[in-house]
């Protein structure tokens, strides 16, 4: 007898599907043209992506080599394509940018809200774009700055290296010599040889 909750029919559900959680991913996103120009590989990676969400964790997400490997995902090369689709698609959206030698990136999908987490790099929350699978905002040049703070950075100006001129600025500089190309005491060719000084 039905509750009033929908029990009996959440008890047919739980029988005429497998158990277990499920990925809610909305068709609206499967029928976007982005999807639909992905490449096999990074739908595949998408499923790994929406694969981890749960209650609250959007933007805590993994898609590095280290968590894919048990699933299957053998090649650095294959993940970085297709992370570099979905970044550019506007599927997922980088929260934490990983670095050496074992912090790996964060993501969040864009279909839902992103969560508001410890650890976020400054700037990802205002960076990031509800649904911008749709709007073709790609979602990777936002600037992150790394939770830990900056390191190594570049000392290249903005507008790239230049090759240094040879000639001041002031303009070439004429040689000055403190001495003469001549003997002070005249030119040897002018001072007679010894033998003539004695005859």
């Known amino acids: ?6 029990g009996s029919k959440r008890k047919k559900y739980q ?16 029928d976007s043209p982005n999807f639909k120009n992905l490449s096999a590989n990074a739908k595949a990676l998408l499923l790994e992506v929406g694969r981890q969400l749960g209650k609250d964790n959007n ?3 993994l898609l590095s080599k280290a968590y894919l490997l048990p699933r299957g995902w053998k090649s650095s ?11 550019e698609c506007g599927f997922i959206y980088e929260t934490v940018m990983g670095h050496r030698p074992n912090k790996a ?5 864009t279909w839902q809200a ?8 400054e700037g990802a929350l205002k960076g990031f774009v509800r649904s911008a699978y749709s709007k073709n905002v790609a979602l990777k040049k936002n600037v992150l700055i790394p939770y830990s ?6 000392t290249v100006p903005c507008n790239g290296l230049t090759t240094a ?5 002031s303009g070439a500089i004429s040689p000055h010599f403190s001495y003469h190309s001549s003997p002070h005491h005249g030119h040897h060719l002018d001072i007679p040889s010894p033998t003539e000084l004695t005859n």
């Open 15 to 30: 029988i005429d599907r497998d158990g277990g959680y499920f990925l809610a991913l909305p068709i609206c996103v499967l």
């Open 59 to 61: 933007g805590r997400l």
């Open 114 to 121: 992103i969560d508001t987490l410890n650890g976020y790099d």
């Open 77 to 87: 090369d294959m993940i970085s394509k297709g992370k570099k689709e979905l970044l």
């Open 1 to 6: 007898m039905a509750n009033g909750r929908g």
């Open 105 to 109: 990136s964060w993501y969040a999908v």
């Open 165 to 169: 001129k040879s000639v001041p600025l």
């Open 149 to 154: 703070g900056v390191s190594n950075c570049m």
